[in-house]
């Protein structure tokens, strides 16, 4: 049984075009997180959402646009992708009440803009 | 503002020699650390934690760290390498509400026969 899940592990799409990325965690943590891993495999936080409020958003392009529904999803919706977008993108949760916590990940969304 | 160094980007051991990756954080409040492992193509996996309870932390696979305050260090050790050790470390750095872990731009460990 997944902990963190995304869909799809795959991604190719042309310039231009708008694409999106779902996550779903059953853990039942209230606090999930968008990063984003490059070429040189540096993670950076992206967003991170805590009861489906935006906690965090770290500079990041208005093309990018985090969707959380329910506390246990939070999805990423990018608009007009551009060569630089090509990343793996990694959802994960935790359980921020418990500062200690740690960060469960998903398995990645390897995004390839052509 | 929370930060994290790795030093050695690429760090190469024999088979059942002593693994040790290094990490330094930087933090203005008490930080709790962690030690995460990502395997090609995979996502990450924690490995062990830090979280004030005890300075040496032991994690799975054999793996340990030691906080040290003093030199705000937080090194990861294996006293033997396997050859299934290979893969990307990554430390990382929180506190409480900051809603975000940062990492350091990890260590590729390589594990020679």
């Known amino acids: 049984d997944t902990a963190v899940s995304q869909t799809p592990k795959y991604l190719v799409t042309q310039m231009g075009n708008d694409k999106s990325i779902k996550c779903e965690q059953n853990?039942?943590?209230?606090?999930m997180y968008w990063y984003k891993q490059d070429s040189k495999k540096f993670l950076k936080i992206m967003f991170s959402?805590?009861?489906?409020?935006?906690?965090i958003n770290e500079t990041v392009p208005n093309r990018f646009s985090p969707k959380s529904p329910d506390k246990a999803h939070l999805n990423l919706h990018i608009n007009s992708l551009e060569l630089g977008d090509s990343a793996v993108y990694f959802c994960?949760?935790?359980?921020?009440?418990?500062?200690?916590?740690?960060?469960?990940f998903g398995q990645g969304t390897r995004l390839t803009v052509v | 503002a929370q930060s994290v160094t790795q030093l050695g980007s690429h760090v190469s051991v024999s088979e059942g020699a002593l693994v040790l990756l290094r990490c330094n954080y930087s933090?203005?409040?008490?930080?709790?650390l962690f030690w995460y492992v990502q395997y090609p193509n995979q996502g990450l996996q924690l490995l062990l934690k830090?979280?004030?309870?005890?300075?040496l932390v032991k994690g799975i696979n054999g793996f340990e760290a030691e906080f040290k305050k003093s030199e705000t260090s937080f090194h990861l050790t294996k006293p033997s390498a396997h050859m299934s050790d290979a893969a990307e470390y990554f430390c990382?750095?929180?506190?409480?509400?900051?809603?975000?872990?940062?990492f350091g731009t990890g260590t590729r460990l390589k594990v020679l026969a």
């Open positions: 994960a949760s935790s359980q921020e009440s418990r500062g200690s916590a740690e960060a469960f």
């Open positions: 853990l039942g943590h209230d606090t």
């Open positions: 959402y805590n009861n489906k409020e935006l906690i």
């Open positions: 933090s203005s409040v008490p930080p709790y």
């Open positions: 830090y979280t004030s309870a005890a300075t």
């Open positions: 990382a750095v929180t506190s409480s509400g900051t809603y975000k872990y940062i």
